[in-house]
């Protein structure tokens, strides 16, 4: 990736109802994704450590999987993972991330950031289309994602695509910076 290279992105917020501690403590769990994403049937840790830098898992929707590795901690707020399989990134990007960001909303409540930043191949051709046929459908999947762990954060429970449905709502899409 060049470094001049800017990131595009998908971002949706969404405030859950539980303190910014407890919402920590469940995001921390590397191995609890498939609580809340869908369409994931499994989570498996794959490195020696479970969370923190470098911590790296497997994602699964059945028997395919996708690769996440932490590439940046922020202790008590989020981190950061690299989307890839092996070497190289989740398909059809250059470079995909996907950022974990919470802050506290109130006493009881902590507000999440959800992001998918990403490079398009094909320079400005690839950008167009970034910014026109691939933000559209991340933002759904982010709200999904969202709402998935709004339902299993506030509750400790598996989110199911009526939960989700139902509390889609509750998520908002940010304007893009690009």
């Keep these: 990736m060049q470094p001049d ?3 595009q992105q998908a971002l949706v ?3 859950i109802d539980v ?3 407890a919402a920590w403590a469940r995001l921390e ?3 609890a994704a498939h609580y809340y994403v869908p369409r994931l049937t499994a989570t498996e840790i794959v490195s020696a450590q479970s969370s923190g830098l470098g911590a790296h ?3 699964y929707s059945g028997k395919t999987y996708l690769e996440e590795t932490i590439i940046e901690w922020n202790e008590g707020s989020g981190f950061v993972i690299r989307l890839h399989k092996g ?3 989740m398909p059809p990007f250059r470079d995909a991330r996907f950022v974990y960001a919470l802050s506290e909303e109130g006493p009881e409540q902590t507000r999440v950031n959800l992001a998918l930043q990403f490079l398009m191949p094909l320079g400005g051709v690839g950008r167009w289309l970034g910014a026109n046929l691939i933000k559209s459908p991340m933002e759904k ?3 999904q994602v969202a709402a998935g762990m709004k339902h299993y954060y506030e509750t400790g429970e598996l989110a199911t695509d009526a939960d989700r449905k139902r509390l889609a709502g509750t998520v908002s899409t940010a304007p ?3």
């Design 19 to 21: 303190p910014l501690s």
């Design 57 to 59: 898992r497997r994602v």
């Design 29 to 31: 769990d590397f191995s």
């Design 141 to 143: 999947q982010l709200v």
């Design 87 to 89: 070497s190289k990134p």
């Design 13 to 15: 917020t969404t405030v």
């Design 5 to 7: 290279a800017p990131l």
């Design 176 to 178: 893009a910076d690009d």
